[in-house]
């Protein structure tokens, strides 16, 4: 059951790893952007991927807050509804921290949800008890993974520092998420639990 959360661990490793990962990348720095010392952006210079990195965190982090107050609401286990409760703190206050960043850099958030999310609160909100649970468990397994490979691209790719320093306090706490959204898909679906064939050897 942990084969994606070990996937996704290697992958984060690569992005993350001392040859490649720097504060204040200056590999990406515009023709703009003002330093500090030769080589080294000032604070609050932002590059195209601190900009679209804020972009895409946001959208994703409004999706966790919508999608978790549904299913505190709506979840039939009470293990799901205390993730589901868990996503909604958390989630909000990564978002005002990213949004206090994104402003200083000038960076225009997304404030609604976006058009994935919203297909997938659409999908959620025709289920109910098990089918619920399992649905919105195995779509937060599909989002941590997706948000822990993005965490990883700004610790290596950002220039804004305060930005990457966001990222990397939030990628820890992310892998968290993504093997506790993990074990509930086990205890929901028996997945990883299943015994071995009558006659198995």
């Known amino acids: 059951m942990y084969r994606r959360y ?11 790893g001392p040859a490649t990962a720097q504060i204040g990348n200056p ?3 515009g023709v703009d952007t003002r330093v500090s010392k030769s ?4 604070p609050h210079q932002t590059n195209n991927q601190d900009r679209l990195f804020a972009q895409l965190l946001a959208a994703g ?7 978790g107050k549904v299913a505190a609401d709506k979840a039939k286990a009470d293990a799901v509804k205390q993730f589901a409760e868990m996503m909604v703190s958390h989630h909000t206050e990564a978002n005002e921290k990213l949004k206090r960043l994104a402003d200083v850099g000038k960076i225009p958030l997304p404030l609604g949800l976006d058009q994935d999310h919203k297909v997938v609160r659409d999908r959620l909100d025709k289920l109910t008890d098990e089918a619920f649970d399992v649905a919105y468990i195995k779509g937060q397994i599909i989002d941590h993974q997706k948000t822990a490979q993005l965490l990883g691209w700004e ?3 950002g220039e804004d520092g305060e930005i990457q320093r966001l990222a990397a306090a939030m990628l820890p706490v992310v892998l968290d998420h993504l093997r506790s959204a993990q074990e509930l898909n086990a205890m929901l679906t028996g997945a ?3 015994l071995p064939p009558e006659g198995w050897r």
């Open 6 to 16: 070990i996937f996704v661990l290697g992958a984060v490793a690569l992005f993350c």
């Open 27 to 29: 590999a990406g720095m």
């Open 39 to 42: 080589g080294v952006p000032a």
């Open 61 to 67: 982090g409004v999706g966790e807050v919508e999608l």
């Open 155 to 157: 610790i290596s790719l």
């Open 192 to 194: 990883g639990l299943r």
